[in-house]
């Protein structure tokens, strides 16, 4: 059975096992329209770094219908991240056109300079199920949740909080990276639940792996 998914923003990192490759000069080499190098907005955005960590700024140039925008690559131990791609006059782009950029950058500038030698690319999917975020037992769990549960109540009946706590517990043990917005978008995207509940369900989940962490580094 295929899984239903969402739509995600994507996460690009850009990853090298060599001390003596510079992704830097590899990116900034194959930049040319409709990208270019803000210099300035880069001075800006490292000097809030808290460490010696370089930043690279780039423009894509607006098309498509989607506003001129900046991304930026953040230094981290062995290459940099997509830490960000904003509008230069809007307030946001949205999933799809991040996505959109991100994909424009990889195509015309990073597998390119990937190619060119040095460093390989690490994409997310933009459309993720919930196994991509949660390990096989919780996933079920939850899905054995949603299914069950009153929607009009979330986890009020004593049966349908069981099941919550079951999975809940499960997460924590698992250590996953499913995170509250996501957990609410998928009970309110893909199973239907009324928003507010799913809402109302992700601060709760929120809270519970803060604690059982928080319990966890009491005992340690």
């Known amino acids: 059975m295929t899984q239903k998914n969402i739509e995600v923003f994507q996460d690009l990192d850009l990853r090298t096992r060599s001390a003596s490759v510079s992704i830097r ?23 809030y770094a ?66 060119q030698g040095g460093f390989f690319l690490e994409k997310t999917q933009p459309r993720q199920t919930l196994e991509d975020w949660l390990e096989p037992v919780p996933a079920a769990l939850l899905r054995r949740f949603s299914s069950l549960a009153n929607k009009s ?19 924590h043990r698992a250590s996953v990276s499913l995170d509250s917005e996501r957990l609410a978008r998928w009970l309110s ?16 989940y929120e809270f519970a792996r803060g604690l059982l962490q928080k319990y966890d580094n009491s005992r340690a």
């Open 25 to 47: 000069d590899l990116i900034l080499g194959q930049l040319r329209s409709p990208w270019s190098h803000d210099v300035e907005r880069e001075k800006e955005v490292k000097s």
């Open 50 to 115: 808290l460490k010696d960590e370089d930043v690279i700024v780039l423009v894509r140039e607006s098309f498509d219908g989607i506003e001129e925008s900046g991304l930026v690559l953040w230094q981290d131990e062995d290459g940099y991240r997509v830490a960000n791609i904003v509008p230069r006059k809007v307030g946001e782009l949205g999933i799809t056109k991040y996505n959109a950029i991100l994909q424009d950058f990889v195509s015309r500038i990073a597998e390119p300079a990937a190619k």
């Open 153 to 171: 109540t979330g986890a009020a009946h004593p049966r349908d909080q069981e099941r919550w706590y079951e999975f809940l517990i499960e997460a």
């Open 189 to 204: 995207e893909v199973e239907g639940w009324p928003s507010e509940i799913a809402s109302e369900l992700a601060i709760d």
